[in-house]
């Protein structure tokens, strides 16, 4: 089992739909989660970060934790053209809680169709 | 407030050679991960220095090598090039906390 496992996809969506990627992780004890959104040809680039249970908004980006279950969520509203990338999950395990070594999925490709 | 800076960004070596890359953070971030993307594998985390010390270590074998100075830069060597190390290599600087800024990257061709 992989530590963090992500649906490679692709999600293809028509703008202004929401866009819905999940992440699920194997090691119970991890505390910080970030979702990075990474175009090609480019580096990832961090959008979001959440450390508790719920949801947490920023703008039009929802992350969802639900430690119980193991999963992490993050919601895309309003899509548009300009979100269609590769979005990737990372986790700090437990046995490196806040430091700087994540562990990454294999990241969602997001196709945002005009 | 400037970013985090690879140099070089482009790098054509032939097998057996060894080669450095560099990495400057944040200013302030005392933490430097390295990471290696390949098409097959993704994001895969190399080592992280905070303080000048290693303090996480992935699974790559010895040939990667990393360092960091008093001033925070950091540098990653691959001795014995394989074709198989042919990626993009991120560095990503944090303060130590988790979240992780990347660098543009270095994407190292092996012939």
């Known amino acids: 089992q992989k530590e963090v496992e992500q649906n490679s996809g692709p999600l293809s969506v028509p703008e202004g739909a929401i866009a819905s990627l999940n992440c699920t992780y194997s090691d119970r004890g991890s505390q910080s989660f970030f979702w990075y959104r990474q175009y090609s040809g480019k580096s990832p680039e961090l959008i979001m970060s959440i450390y508790s249970n719920g949801d947490k908004e920023d703008g039009r980006f929802t992350a969802q934790l639900n430690k119980a279950s193991q999963y992490v969520s993050l919601l895309i509203r309003d899509s548009q053209p300009s979100d269609s990338a590769t979005y990737l999950c990372a986790v700090n395990l437990a046995g490196s809680s806040n430091t700087g070594k994540l562990i990454f999925g294999q990241g969602t490709t997001l196709q945002v169709k005009p | 407030k400037a970013g985090v800076t690879q140099t070089p960004r482009y790098l054509i070596k032939t097998r057996g050679q060894q080669v450095t890359l560099s990495c400057s953070p944040i200013?302030?971030?005392?933490?430097v991960s390295w990471y290696q993307q390949t098409p097959g594998q993704g994001l895969q985390f190399l080592f992280e220095?905070?303080?000048?010390?290693?303090?996480n270590k992935g699974n790559f074998p010895g040939r990667f090598s990393g360092r960091q100075f008093s001033n925070s830069r950091s540098e990653m060597n691959v001795s014995t090039l394989e074709l198989g190390d042919s990626a993009l290599y991120l560095c990503a600087s944090s303060r130590g906390t988790g979240e992780a800024f990347f660098g543009q990257g270095t994407r190292l061709t092996v012939v």
């Open positions: 220095y905070f303080s000048e010390t290693q303090r």
């Open positions: 200013s302030g971030h005392r933490s």
